[in-house]
């Protein structure tokens, strides 16, 4: 079953990942020599790379009897039941996320924050919680 954000959150989404560029851009232009622009141009590039690496807030994710899918960016990190050793989910206090561990994972994957905002969020997370005690 797929379970996926609201249209209007990706667009958000791609709304601020948009404007952090034109920061980090005006900033370089506006202020070449600065302090905060350098720190801004550097570290904005980083988290959205690092974004796009990790998938750590995918999109949609898709989960069926062969496996789990994790989406965003045009991306998906997969992951078979065969080959998972362990599914850790992690409930917070705040009740609006939790965050899902793969292992094993390849560097630089295996770890997922999913919101309470994506569609079916309840019924992910007890597949999730169902798999995890399977392992």
Request: hydrophobic share 50%; net charge positive.
């Given at each position: ?73 045009r991306r998906v ?59």
């Open positions: 079953m797929r379970h996926a954000y609201p249209r209007a959150r990706d667009v958000a989404a791609i709304a601020t990942d948009v404007l952090l560029v034109t920061v980090a851009i005006g900033l370089a232009i506006t202020r070449p020599g600065g302090t905060f622009a350098l720190a801004l141009g550097v570290g904005i590039p980083c988290v959205l790379a690092w974004q796009w690496l990790t998938l750590h807030f995918p999109r949609a994710v898709e989960i069926d009897e062969q496996g789990v899918s994790f989406e965003g960016f990190h997969r992951y078979e039941w065969s080959s998972v050793r362990a599914v850790r989910v992690r409930r917070f206090l705040t009740g609006d996320r939790v965050l899902v561990r793969m292992i094993p994972a390849p560097p630089l994957r295996g770890r997922y924050w999913i919101l309470d905002a994506i569609g079916g969020y309840r019924e992910l997370i007890a597949a999730l919680e169902k798999r995890a005690q399977d392992r």
